[in-house]
Structures are given as structure tokens and as C-alpha cells.
Nanobody, 122 residues
Framework: QVQLVESGGGLVQPGGSLRLSCAAS????????MGWYRQTPGKQRELVAD???????NYADAVKGRFTISRDNAQNTIDLQMNTLKPEDTAVYYC????????????????WGQGTVVTVSS
């Protein structure tokens, strides 16, 4: 079984910074893509940023230049450095992992974390 555990959410003032972390656990051999999504009440979950095992990244237009995603393949972790935060960044942030290969050869299509709350407010 694969689990994702997020940490690092909280309350921050506009213009401030937060760093989110996500760790995948289980008998993991490889993970293709890991990423961060966010969701606010009444809206669909949306991609914030993702990163492949090779280091290719995608960012939502709303966060380009402010957020940076990074990954440690050996530790099966990703981080999201969020700078110059805005009130509209307030959301529940979810970690995602896609195409996870675990021992002894099972492939999981997608796994989600429980979410961590980020609130940007003065």
C-alpha cells in the first residue's frame, strides 16, 4: 500500500512564504509523476505544479514565478516552495503521485494525500 503524507500548511500573511512537503511511503520502486493540487469550496481540484521523475515541471499560470516544485527521487518526496503568497492561494493543497510501481510488481495509477490547509490572510 502506498501512502502520501503532506506537511507544512498553515496561516501566512499576504506576501509571505510557506513550504509544503510530501513524502510517499510503501515498498516503492518508482513514481512517474508527483505533484500538488489545490481545491477551494465549490470549485474543482486544480493542478498547482507537478514534476516528473526526470525533473520536468509544469506550473499553473497563477503560480508561475512564485512557486517552485522540487523532488528527491531517492526519498520519494516533493516540496513546494510558495513565495509572494496571495489571498487567492488559500486552499486545501493535496499531494498526488501517479504511476507508482511497488514491490513485487504492482502498479498504482494514482494516489492522493489527505491534504493540508494553506490560509493567506492578514
Amino acid at each position: 500500500q502506498v501512502q502520501l503524507v503532506e506537511s507544512g500548511g498553515g496561516l501566512v500573511q499576504p506576501g509571505g512564504s510557506l513550504r509544503l512537503s510530501c513524502a510517499a511511503s510503501g515498498s516503492i520502486l518508482s513514481i512517474d509523476v508527483m505533484g500538488w493540487y489545490r481545491q477551494t469550496p465549490g470549485k474543482q481540484r486544480e493542478l498547482v505544479a507537478d514534476i516528473s521523475s526526470g525533473g520536468s515541471t509544469n506550473y499553473a499560470d497563477a503560480v508561475k514565478g512564485r512557486f517552485t516544485i522540487s523532488r528527491d527521487n531517492a526519498q520519494n518526496t516533493i516540496d513546494l516552495q510558495m513565495n509572494t503568497l496571495k489571498p487567492e492561494d488559500t486552499a486545501v493543497y493535496y499531494c498526488s503521485a501517479r504511476r507508482i510501481l511497488v514491490r513485487p510488481g504492482r502498479l498504482y495509477d494514482e494516489v492522493w494525500g489527505q491534504g493540508t490547509v494553506v490560509t493567506v490572510s492578514s
